[in-house]
């Protein structure tokens, strides 16, 4: 191996500062979606990377369910604060009189607050490009998603009828109306992302890692009590537990993993030994087959 | 979920240390359904553990429901992706597959191999180091095999793993593995393809994918797998050509410029000289950013913020070179264009492309030949379809700094986007003029140096007109090999001798015999050779001398350009007009002008308007020679 040798992880840290500076060159209003997850982590560390010394000349935008944990409200202030970012919050405030019951109606509540909410915020904002910090080996249906994927002025996706994307030439143009969803994580997989993490030290929320917490057992799995909220069914009792969570969502549709984990090594280890991928503790996905498919097009990341 | 490792339990940190050294490998998968190729790509991610036991109950469900193995666990189901895909039972798109070893990371573009999505297929090949071509080992090599093997070879894939499958359904035969390998050599010798290695497998079993098949003992080269691991790339890459196309200009402040961009090939270091094109001002590199700190040098194909000593203008678009190192600033140049979309490509349209971090618009002037990705045939076509490739002239409204394809990948590409719709057409490959197979012409090449001026002579050209007692002019002689057009304009010269004339004779033989005899007989060659026939007559005219070209000029286009470069006025195009048989008998009967027998223009346009036409099939020579004089005296040139 010479000394002009990338690993892995460099050249795709490479490729996606590529990716995030082509955005910011060419579109006149760009925002980069914030989740408050380790892939927001990662992909907002990128973003500080490809314009060190500047600040990214972007917003952050965070689609507010007002279900997510308080941990990662605490930890989303941090992070403005400490970069010195412009972040915009969005609640959808028709969704919020609506008043779904996110116990309830997981997947209602999902569809209004998020996804509609999702859309309500670019298009009040006028956003031609928002990132997302999806990744192709989430999910099935993403594997065949660009890393610039088209949205028609209704926000949807045709998976029928996308660009060619070639090489690192990026189709970035756009009519009024029309919109790009960007994934500067597509080749990245969760090992990945998970390492360059740990090699960086870029901060996370502390749900992830594991911790004593108060939980509720219910539909199979450990739900969190993390506000008054949320109420205690007949024979449900809290308990206190060790545990972390592999993916974060809104506190009602994540379900906690009981674990010792409490270092990244630690949290990787665990996950290179898992049996069952991160998405399984996600409510969402599992109602149907192609489930993940038929959001997408509706104008779900 | 990834392979395994006993030192995941183990010793987690020795684990992600050696983990975090890991190359990445792309790689691409051609072939259609039937060879098996999902079936690959699903061993190859079962094999090396990268499925989650919910997702593989998932496709021990989907075995029974969509399967092809008739409720066996069918490995293929791992890969396809969308819904109604699924359901019609192939894949249509190209999707990505990750997965790795305790050496490499793997990205897999998965592209079908239908006829139709040659579009699909170019675009998995573009970001890929190395290609797995899949044959059938009931079915030996194909049409299909012969197109993938032809885009990926377009598309500059150095590295070709022929893989032999469904060894089982041959009875893992010897002969049969060589023969089809044999076959493949046969025609991949036509194509560029530096790397080519072979191995026989059994996909759906496993054999000679990770762990050597025990079934094949006479196949002694590595698994699959193993060839994955550890073909070397790292000659691929390249370091000599520094390109550094700026993307980004970053201003926190007035006293910080830093120029933001991806080293493309090459290699920047701090304190060397670098030149800004196109403006071609000189600078050094102060400073190479990166927000882990100042680095001394950067490689591609790392991202990363250059600073300059000197303000010098830099903007998106520009690119920073090494002097001595520069690359071609070009508005026209010729490309391998793959078209994307169901609207065809139509030659002359205004369109954009996109190439590092520029977009120019301009349009393709012309479309040499398409190519038939199955014969690898070369024909003439008005425009190019969805999936259909050719060799083109572009033309562009401002230059392009470029080098060619297969140099450098990516300042030898570009796409091809529609002003309006906004959609991506087509993808383009720089073909670079050394390496070219092809010749072309010269019409509308601008001089090497744009400094150059003519000169004036001392000596007008009435008074060379009153010394000669003539007109200088131009008369070309066209018809096809065998009307007799040196035969006449030698005799033409000698009675113009006679008469106290000055004139001379420029024969397409004896051009070719000298000036031309880097050309051929192509179209573009002939035009290029009477682009210098007639460059070389208006020198002659400038002499007072008047220019006799016996030339076969097959196109009228041609023709026109010449009489541009010369002056209506004085060229004059002259028919030798004759049966096609009674050129062909002449030149057998003469049996000596082997060259031109051979080289029978495959079409020829006789000129539609000529200044004189002459029967050369029942006129005489000396019948001609009167007419062709008649004509001189007539225009007042004699």
Known sequence: ?301 | MSHHSDLIATDINAYLEQHERKELLRFITCGSVDDGKSTLIGRLLYDSKMIYEDQLAKIEKDSITHGTTGGQFDPALLTDGLKAEREQGITIDVAYRYFSTAKRKFIIADTPGHVQYTRNMATGASTADLAIILIDARHGVLEQTRRHSFIVSLLGIKHILVAINKMDLVDFSEEIYDKIRDDYHGFASRLDIPDLHFIPIAALHGDNVVDPSPRMPWYVGSTLMSFLENVYIGSDRNFEDLRFPVQYVIRPNLDYRGFAGTITSGIIRQGEDVIVLPSKRQSKVKRIVTMDGDVEEAFTPMSVTVVLEDEVDVSRGDMLVRPGNIPKTEQNFEAMVVWMHDQPMIPGKQYLFKQTTKSISGNISTLRYQIDVNTLHRAPSPGLKLNEIGRCRISLAETMIMDGYRNNRATGSFIIIDRISNATLGAGMILDRKTSEDREDHWEVEPGSSSLTPSLSKVSEDERRVRFGQSPVTILFTGLPGAGKSTLAYALERELFEAGRAATVLDGENIRLGLSRDLGFGDEERSENLRRTAEVAKLMNHAGLICILALVAPREETRRKAQELLGADQFFVIHLDAPQSVCQRRNQVAGENKAEIAEFPTQYEPPQTPDLRLDTEKQSVAECLAQVFEFLEQRQII
């Not at chain 1, 927001?40 to 490809?50: E, P, T």
């Not at chain 1, 314009?51 to 202030?77: G, I």
């Not at chain 1, 915009?88 to 997947?107: A, C, H, T, W, Y």
Request: glycine letters at 4%; hydrophobic letters at 35%.
């Open chain 1, 1 to 301: 191996m010479t000394r002009y040798h990338l690993t892995h992880l460099k050249q795709l840290e490479a490729e996606s500062i590529h990716i995030i500076r082509e955005v910011a060159s060419e579109f006149s209003n760009p925002v980069m979606l914030y989740s408050i997850g380790k892939d927001s982590a990662c992909m907002l560390w990128l973003a500080l990377k490809a314009f060190y010394p500047a600040k990214p000349p972007f917003p952050l935008l965070h689609v507010d369910t007002t279900w997510k944990f308080q941990a990662m409200y605490e930890h989303r202030s941090e992070m403005a604060d400490r970069f010195g970012l412009d972040l915009i919050r969005f609640v959808n405030e028709e969704g919020l009189q609506q008043n779904i019951d996110p116990f309830k109606f997981s997947g209602k509540h999902t569809t209004v607050m998020k996804t509609e909410g999702l859309k309500m915020a670019l298009n009040k904002y006028k956003f031609d490009a928002a990132f997302g910090g999806a990744r192709r080996d989430e999910e099935k249906s993403r594997a065949k998603e660009r890393v610039f994927s088209f949205r028609d002025e209704h926000h949807r996706w045709d998976p029928k009828n996308q660009r060619p994307e070639l090489w690192s030439l990026y189709n970035t143009r756009v009519n009024p109306g029309e919109s790009i969803r960007v994934f500067p994580l597509s080749n990245w997989t969760e090992l990945d992302v998970w390492q360059y993490i740990h090699l960086e030290n870029i901060p996370l929320v502390p749900l992830y890692f594991a911790a004593p917490r108060p939980v509720v057992h219910r539909n199979g799995i450990w739900i969190m009590v993390d506000d008054e909220r949320m109420k205690l069914r007949p024979g449900e009792v809290v308990e206190e537990k060790m545990v972390r969570f592999r993916t974060l969502g809104c506190y009602p549709l994540t379900g906690a993993v009981e674990s010792e984990a409490t270092t990244l090594p630690q949290i990787i280890q665990e996950m290179l030994l898992a049996k069952t991928s991160e998405r399984q503790g996600r409510l969402i996905d599992n109602d149907e087959e192609g489930s993940m498919e038929e959001k997408k097009r509706e104008g779900y990341f």
